[in-house]
Nanobody, 116 residues
Framework: QVQLVESGGGLVQAGGSLRLSCVVS????????VGWYRQAPGKQRELVAS???????TYVDSVRGRFTISRDNAKNTVYLEMNNLKPEDTAVYYC??????????WGQGTQVTVSS
């Protein structure tokens, strides 16, 4: 059974930082693309950042330069370092693993709230 377990969300003031973690089990982590999505109230879920099995990363324009995605294949973990957080970053953040089939697996989500 594939499981993705996120942690690290919380409440932070604008300009602050948070680090999200997602531990994956039940599937070969290192060969798949992993990423972070977010969904704010009343909005569609959007891709925030992703990192492929070979290391290349992608970011949505609104977070480029502030967020950094990384992965540790030895720990089956993907991270999202978020700096200079803004109120518009407030959302539920979801960890995602996409296989080459493709098939998507999701975590349960972690709330990030940025106060102004």
């Amino acid at each position: 059974q594939v499981q993705l377990v996120e942690s690290g969300g919380g409440l932070v003031q604008a300009g602050g930082s948070l680090r999200l973690s997602c531990v994956v089990s039940g599937i070969t982590f290192s060969v798949n693309t992993v990423g972070w999505y977010r969904q704010a109230p009343g909005k569609q879920r959007e891709l925030v950042a992703s990192i492929s099995r070979f290391g290349p990363t992608t970011y949505v324009d609104s977070v480029r330069g502030r967020f950094t995605i990384s992965r540790d294949n030895a720990k089956n973990t993907v991270y999202l370092e978020m700096n200079n957080l803004k109120p518009e970053d407030t959302a539920v953040y979801y960890c995602n693993l996409r296989t080459i089939r493709p098939r998507d697996y999701w975590g349960q989500g972690t709330q990030v709230t940025v106060s102004s």
